[in-house]
């Protein structure tokens, strides 16, 4: 029998990688890319980028930025929007909202550091109050008909006994499973992430626990799985950078070929993947033309670029020419001419970005 992951999800989830929620990136285009190199028989989930709770409820979706975010492409499946919020005034009508328009499941964040998620007390200010963060889950599940998880952080100075109480709170308030980041939030997402905080958890939690943090390789996707146990693994940045992570893992796993790609060979060397990079860039910028327009579309395709070229050698030149080119297709000419020549990409890099 296969495993399910997620055993919450009314899909089965047998797959144990998936892409992290990331402001201007995890956006309905990557997401698009990404999955057309998720082997055909696999299912896994896709979170959004994360939404505020306190204007969802006043956005028109398919129209409006916050909902440009939140934006779903049609029949995508496994769709877990993730939202800020800690008021059930506004949690109810954006949990309600965005199940009818897809979501399987809904994941709160409190791993979120910057300012303007503190000054709201959402985000990782949650996990300074472990009674408010587990009835900010019960309200959530109350009102919700699909499962719900939260992503949070290694808690303050890395101490192990209050994220094990702190999470115990959030299981026992209806949390469906848990995402661990752990990272503090003074870490932001630089240096190591803790895996041993994974491990830990694992052992003390009745449901499911996705690990994240340094995922930049297939091999780092079964070493966090072999040392810790986590039920699934998520990667933000590398998987955004190498989408194809997806398909070498599920190689190793004996799942088929994504669909349409039955005839070609998962890139494995240096040069094949920075071969594939060029090809998913451009999948990418002809897909968000689409769905965003000319400006919103090269805007977040530079961000992209900015975020993924650390693993391409020489990746500032290729910075410096999407921010140089000034319409869509004048970017589309200039990264075919680029990638002409060989490429590579890195396994690794610090992650700093
Ligand atoms: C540009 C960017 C935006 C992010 N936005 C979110 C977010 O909206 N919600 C969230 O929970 N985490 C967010 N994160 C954190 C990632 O989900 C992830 O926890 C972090 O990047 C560590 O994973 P990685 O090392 O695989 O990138 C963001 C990360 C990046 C790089």
Redesign the pocket.
């Known amino acids: 029998m296969t495993r399910n992951f997620l055993p919450s999800l009314a899909t089965p989830i047998n797959f144990p990688l998936c892409m992290?929620?990331?402001?201007?990136?995890?956006h309905v285009a990557l997401r698009e890319v990404a999955r057309s190199y998720l082997p055909a028989d696999a299912k896994t989930i896709w979170?959004s980028?994360?939404l505020n709770s306190r204007r969802l409820p006043g956005e028109i979706f398919d129209r409006t930025p916050e909902v440009m975010k939140s934006r779903r492409a049609d029949g995508e499946e496994g769709w877990v929007p993730?939202i800020l919020g800690n008021e059930e005034k506004f949690i109810t009508p954006s949990v309600e909202k965005l199940v009818a328009y897809g979501a399987v499941g809904i994941?709160i964040?409190m791993?979120?550091p910057v300012q303007k998620a503190l000054k709201h007390n959402y985000g990782v200010a949650l996990m300074g109050d472990a009674k408010y963060a587990a009835e900010v889950v019960g309200v959530t599940k109350k009102n919700s008909s699909v499962p719900i998880s939260v992503?949070l952080r290694a808690g303050p100075q890395n101490d192990f006994q209050f994220l094990l109480d702190f999470v115990g709170g959030l299981q026992e308030a209806g949390a469906d499973w848990i995402c661990l980041?752990p990272?503090t939030a003074g870490q932001m997402?630089r240096g190591q992430?803790d895996w041993d905080q994974i491990t830990e958890l694992k052992k003390h939690l009745k449901i499911p626990i996705i690990g994240?943090?340094?995922?930049?390789t297939a091999d780092d996707v079964f070493a966090m799985i072999d040392q810790t146990g986590a039920d699934m693994v998520?990667?933000?940045?590398?998987?955004a950078a190498r989408p194809w992570l997806l398909w070498q893992v599920g190689e190793r796993l004996g799942f088929s070929a994504p669909v349409g790609r039955e005839n070609q060979k998962v890139p494995q060397t240096r040069e094949e993947e920075g071969r594939e990079y060029g090809r998913s860039l451009i999948q990418l910028l002809d897909l968000s033309a689409e769905y965003f327009g000319e400006d919103l579309a090269l805007r977040k395709f530079r961000?992209h670029v900015r975020?993924t070229q650390v693993w391409l050698m020489f990746g500032m030149a290729l910075y410096s020419l999407v921010n140089s080119t000034k319409t869509v297709a004048s970017t589309r000419e200039a990264l075919l001419q680029f990638f002409e020549n060989p490429h590579e990409l890195v396994p690794r890099t610090e992650?700093r970005?």
């Open positions: 992290a929620p990331m402001v201007g990136l995890s979170p980028e994360m993730q994941d964040n791993g979120c992503k980041h990272r997402r992430a994240n943090g340094d995922i930049q998520m990667s933000g940045r590398a998987l961000f975020t992650l970005q």
